[in-house]
Nanobody
Framework: QVQLVESGGGLVQPGGSLRLSCVASGIIFSMNSMGWYRQAPGKQRELVASITTGGRTNYADSVLGRFAISRDNARKTVYLQMNSLKADDTAVYYC???????WGLGTQVTVSS
């Protein structure tokens, strides 16, 4: 059974940093391109960063230069390092394969002073 478990969210002040983690099970992790998505209140879920099986990364314009996605195939884990956080980054963050499997519960990120 596919399971994605996100962690690492929390409350942080503007300009601060967080590192999110997502552990995957039930999939052949190394063969899947992975993405980090977020959904803010009243908005659609959006893809903010992705990483291919070969390690190629891509970012939404809104996070380019501030966020970094990485993966550890041995740990079946994808990470999202978030720096210079802004209030607009407040959302629930999810990981998923780019092909799309069942969503996890996500992890809440709140950026506020």
């Amino acid at each position: 059974q596919v399971q994605l478990v996100e962690s690492g969210g929390g409350l942080v002040q503007p300009g601060g940093s967080l590192r999110l983690s997502c552990v995957a099970s039930g999939i052949i992790f190394s063969m899947n391109s992975m993405g980090w998505y977020r959904q803010a209140p009243g908005k659609q879920r959006e893809l903010v960063a992705s990483i291919t099986t070969g390690g190629r990364t891509n970012y939404a314009d809104s996070v380019l230069g501030r966020f970094a996605i990485s993966r550890d195939n041995a740990r079946k884990t994808v990470y999202l390092q978030m720096n210079s956080l802004k209030a607009d980054d407040t959302a629930v963050y999810y990981c998923n394969t780019l092909a799309g499997v069942r969503w996890g519960l996500g992890t809440q990120v709140t950026v506020s002073s």
